[in-house]
C-alpha cells in the first residue's frame, strides 16, 4: 500500500500519527525541563508552607489551603521545633528551613 493510498483510507490513523510524531519531537526539545516537573512540585510547596507559616505566621489550616495544588504530594511533614518543613511529591523530596526573620525560608540542598 502506497503512503498517498495509507492517507486517503485512513486520514484518522494519519493524523495520530503525526500528532505522536510531534509531540515526541517536543517532549525530546524539552526535556530538560520535562525532567524538573517533578521536583518544583515539591519544591515549591515546602517554600510556599515554610513562608506561610513561619515567615507570614500563618495558621495551620490556611497555609495548607495555600500550597494546595491539582497535583497531590505523598509525603509532608512539618517540624515545628526546628521549623523545617519537608514534601515528597512524584517520587521527589525537599526541604524548607526558616533561617530567621531576615533570610525567611531556604530550600536546602
Known sequence: ???????????????????????????????????AFPDIISAYTAKE????????????????????QWLPFSGFVDDRASKQVTVSGMGRTNTAQWLGERQGCRLQP
Open 49 to 68: 508552607y515554610c513562608s506561610c507559616r513561619y515567615v507570614m505566621n500563618n495558621d495551620v489550616g490556611y497555609c495548607h489551603r495555600y500550597v494546595k
Open 1 to 35: 500500500m502506497s503512503a498517498r493510498r495509507f492517507v486517503r483510507r485512513r486520514p484518522f490513523a494519519t493524523l495520530l500519527l503525526l500528532l505522536l510524531v510531534v509531540l515526541l519531537g517536543w517532549g525530546w526539545r524539552e526535556r530538560a525541563a520535562l525532567w
